[in-house]
């Protein structure tokens, strides 16, 4: 491409459906890790910042494109001691915080449009749960309401998504 990124700290990068775009995670030193999209054949000054205002340089950011590129699964790690998982609608920018106030590790991956995740909340040698993304209080009271079965796990496990050792249901 005739197109590049200067020098610098870089994390995920993901291609728009349309090809015409990428959003990346440029990391500094000094700021922060941000959200952008460069849209290909322009200058790099011009790109938006989509994510990102509030995280100092301690925080690690990264971006996956979900359901066909409409979302972007944003994961942002604070250290060893936890993680947030949010999901961006890409039209609107409207951002929901999955994991708003809870202190654990969470691995996310989308399965067939559902949102699945291994963390050790509540669970000091793991699990995985099935988020219900329709249900906006889903985690934000003292329990969180979300599906956790053998059946999630084993199917988790057939998909290479996680080692059968490393997780239980609770």
């Avoid at 996310?108 to 909340?121: A, I």
């Avoid at 934000?140 to 053998?150: D, L």
């Avoid at 059946?151 to 249901?169: K, P, W």
Wanted: aromatic share 8%; glycine share 12%; charged share 20%.
């Amino acid at each position: 491409l005739p197109d590049s990124l200067p020098a610098a700290l870089y994390g995920g990068l993901v291609f728009e459906p349309d090809g015409r775009a990428i959003t990346y995670v440029h990391r500094s030193r000094v700021d922060g890790p941000r959200l952008k999209r460069h849209v290909l054949g322009t200058a790099v000054s011009g790109d938006s910042v989509l994510f990102g205002a509030g995280y100092g340089p301690t925080a690690f950011l990264n971006v996956s494109s979900v359901d066909g590129g409409k979302q972007r699964l944003i994961t942002v790690g604070h250290g060893w001691a936890r993680n947030e998982v949010l999901l961006q609608d890409v039209r609107s920018g409207t951002t929901r915080d999955i994991t708003r106030g809870i202190d654990a590790h969470f691995s996310p991956q989308f399965v067939e449009k559902e949102l699945w995740m291994r963390t050790d909340y509540e669970a000091p040698r793991g699990r995985v749960v099935k988020v219900d993304l329709n249900d906006p209080a889903w985690c934000h009271g003292p329990r969180c309401n979300w599906e956790k079965t053998n059946a999630l796990i084993n199917r988790f496990a057939s998909d290479g998504m996680i080692g059968m050792n490393s997780v239980s249901v609770g």
